[in-house]
């Protein structure tokens, strides 16, 4: 049965950082793209960054870019996402996935398989 765990959300000043990971479970996910994601209250989800299944495609959303950063350790079957400058608006609950079929990576939730529970992040001014 696979299983992402997310951790590393919490509470934290404007300007602060934040590391989050997801580790997978069940399968070998070497070969899957991973995302994340994140949800604020009253909004739709929203694509936050992705890597390919080498690591060789990386994509961001322009809110985030030059100040997170998506990695993975395909030994461990977990992705991280390190998030630096942090602003009050990037409160939310930030969600890891998996993609089979999108394996070079994708920007679009509905072409992810796999889901984390979510964590929950914020930032406060």
């Known amino acids: 049965q696979v299983q992402l765990v997310e951790s590393g959300g919490g509470l934290v000043q404007a300007g602060g950082s934040l590391r989050l990971s997801c580790a997978a479970s069940g399968r070998s996910f070497t070969s899957y793209a991973m995302g994340w994601f994140r949800q604020a209250p009253g909004k739709e989800r929203e694509f936050v960054a992705a890597?390919?299944?080498?690591?060789?495609?990386?994509y961001y959303a322009d809110s985030v870019k030059g100040r997170f950063t998506i990695s993975r350790d395909n030994a461990k079957n977990t992705q991280y996402l390190q998030m630096n400058s942090l602003r009050p608006e990037d409160t939310a609950v930030y969600y890891c996935?998996?993609?089979?079929?999108?394996?070079?990576?994708?920007?679009?939730?509905?072409?992810?398989?796999?889901w984390g529970q979510g964590t929950q992040v914020t930032v406060s001014s």
């Open positions: 996935a998996y993609s089979r079929m999108f394996p070079e990576g994708s920007t679009r939730w509905y072409d992810y398989n796999y």
């Open positions: 890597i390919g299944w080498s690591g060789g495609n990386i």
